[in-house]
């Protein structure tokens, strides 16, 4: 089974300075890998999302990710951000080849504090 | 744009008690799940369902465990007798096809007393 690695719980930064919250996963076979933002009282929202093609991913409010197959690795960044960002954010990933599983395992989730 | 919508936001049960929460998917997906989140812990899948079955499901969901779609527009979520380890943020998600990418509702805190 897959395993989600979210190496930091707690990412304090000053607004408009950038920031990369760090995800490992478990498998080193292809895999379908997502970020997803929680706002406080609310429910989970795709940020990114990475299928095939492209390493570097783009997703909403300025965010991107870069999968690194050779490092297991699907860090998230912003290169400057925003009051509005603090939020919990969650690395999640799925191994649907080879007879896996299309649900995706989620990491603990990585609280991102920004500061004015 | 389209929402998963979750009732109700907050629920307070005796230990014992049967609950159901309640989902409204997005209407044209085909694919439904429930995930929970225990305070301060990672979020874990439950169940998946797709064509009226139940397609996968965790250790987690066991017999107390139900989901049904009784309609064409809710999903639901039964526990049968809660237990004071039920409490927890219950999230209900919804897909256009597996693997692309959840939609997820805004939770039910549910607080088994």
């Known amino acids: 089974a897959q395993s989600v690695t979210q190496l930091d719980s707690q990412v304090p930064v000053f607004e408009e300075a950038p920031v990369e919250l760090r995800c490992n996963y478990s498998?080193?076979?292809?895999?379908?890998l997502f970020w997803y933002v929680q706002y406080p009282n609310q429910g989970l929202q795709l940020l990114l999302k990475?299928?095939?093609?492209?390493?570097l991913v783009k997703g909403i409010n300025g965010f991107e990710a870069e999968f690194n197959k050779s490092q297991t690795s699907f860090h998230l960044r912003k290169p400057s951000v925003h009051i509005s960002d603090t939020a919990e954010y969650f690395c999640?990933?799925?191994?649907?080849?080879?007879?896996?599983?299309?649900?995706?395992?989620f990491g603990r989730g990585t609280s991102l504090i920004v500061h004015p | 744009e389209p929402e998963v919508t979750q009732t109700p936001s907050h629920q307070v049960t005796q230990m014992g008690q049967e609950v159901i929460l309640r989902c409204v998917p997005i209407?044209?997906?085909?694919?439904f799940y429930w995930y929970r989140q225990i305070l301060g812990q990672k979020v874990e899948f439950l169940v998946s369902?797709?064509?009226?079955?139940?397609?996968?499901k965790s250790e987690i969901f066991d017999d107390q465990f139900s989901v049904e779609r009784p309609d064409g527009s809710n999903f639901t979520l039964k526990i049968r007798s809660t237990k004071l380890e039920d409490s927890a943020m219950y999230f209900c998600?919804?897909?256009?096809?597996?693997?692309?990418?959840?939609?997820f509702g805004s939770g039910t805190r549910l607080t088994v007393v």
């Open positions: 209407s044209n997906h085909l694919y």
């Open positions: 990475y299928l095939s093609g492209s390493t």
């Open positions: 998600a919804s897909s256009e096809a597996e693997g692309g990418g959840y939609t």
């Open positions: 999640a990933v799925s191994d649907p080849r080879r007879g896996g599983s299309y649900i995706p395992t």
């Open positions: 369902f797709y064509n009226n079955e139940i397609s996968e």
């Open positions: 498998s080193s076979v292809s895999v379908y």
